[in-house]
């Protein structure tokens, strides 16, 4: 019976130790606590909802904010894809060329600290209030981190690595297929998982400046209405669209590479 006992006991600590709860417990915590302080400090509800609030509101404007939601992922995506589209092959130049670098890293440096908010207006302008506007702010967020990192990535490549494939009498493509590009992609995918979540900062840019949907119109809506519980559910429903995308790029690079030192301790785990 004791051994009964011990070994049930034993698998609800392997239950609770698992790591896709350790988030939700986290998360739980974090809303107790933001519930106690409403409480303890008697803050209104014009200021801060209170978690409730904020679950009911879910259930009142659930189906608007769904239906908002689409335009904004699509938004994202367009934007991201973009970056990864531009962006690697552009660090590729940037670390194959001191003279790309020379020219053109500055000004790509130089250009990051010029606010999207300021210039997201001109893009309503050029391009009028479509999907256009909202997808170029996400790209211009996303394509950055996708530069630095691949940069960093190509030119992390060690020398006796390159000596070992000259040796051998690789030619360019070769030399780029199976040794600077899988050498480069865990810090590719590094800066893909930046950007996928600045993506989602630069569509809700977007679409605060000209946009008569998404969430970033859900957003500006209500608090021109001051409905602070439907203003938090669109920011909850927003991180949500960003965790789920930076899952997906996490998969994805599990999948590209098995090999890497950080999936070791998956392997042992699994073995």
Not at 15 to 30: I, N, Q, R, S
Not at 36 to 49: D, G, K, Q, S, T
Not at 65 to 92: D, K, Q, Y
């Amino acid at each position: 019976m004791a051994e009964r006992a011990q070994s049930g006991w034993s698998t609800v600590v392997r239950w609770l130790d698992a790591p896709w709860l350790k988030p939700f417990a986290m998360l739980a915590l974090m809303i107790v606590l933001w519930d106690v302080a409403i409480w303890l400090f008697n803050v209104p509800p014009y200021l801060i909802p209170r978690p409730w609030d904020v679950v009911k509101a879910f259930g009142t404007d659930g189906p608007l904010l769904l239906r908002e939601s689409i335009p904004t992922t699509v938004a994202t995506l367009g934007g991201f894809l973009l970056s990864a589209l531009f962006g690697i092959p552009i660090a590729m130049l940037i670390a194959g060329s001191r003279t790309v670098e020379s020219y053109f890293y500055p000004l790509l440096v130089f250009s990051q600290s010029i606010p999207k908010v300021a210039i997201a207006p001109l893009f309503v302008v050029w391009f009028g209030f479509g999907l256009a506007p909202k997808v170029i702010t996400a790209f211009l967020l996303g394509f950055f981190p996708v530069v630095v990192a691949g940069v960093q990535g190509f030119k992390a490549l060690d020398t006796d690595m390159r000596d070992l494939a000259r040796s051998m009498k690789c030619s360019r493509w070769q030399m780029f297929t199976m040794v600077s590009l899988p050498n480069a992609l865990p810090a590719i995918f590094s800066g893909l998982k930046v950007s996928v979540t600045l993506a989602v900062v630069g569509a809700v840019v977007g679409e605060f400046v000209g946009s008569n949907s998404g969430i970033g119109f859900v957003l500006q809506r209500s608090i021109g209405n001051f409905e602070l519980p439907t203003m938090f559910a669109a920011l909850v429903l927003l991180a949500l669209i960003g965790v789920v995308l930076f899952w997906i790029v996490d998969i994805i690079e599990r999948f590209a590479l098995p090999w890497h030192t950080s999936r070791r301790h998956e392997f042992v785990a699994t073995t």
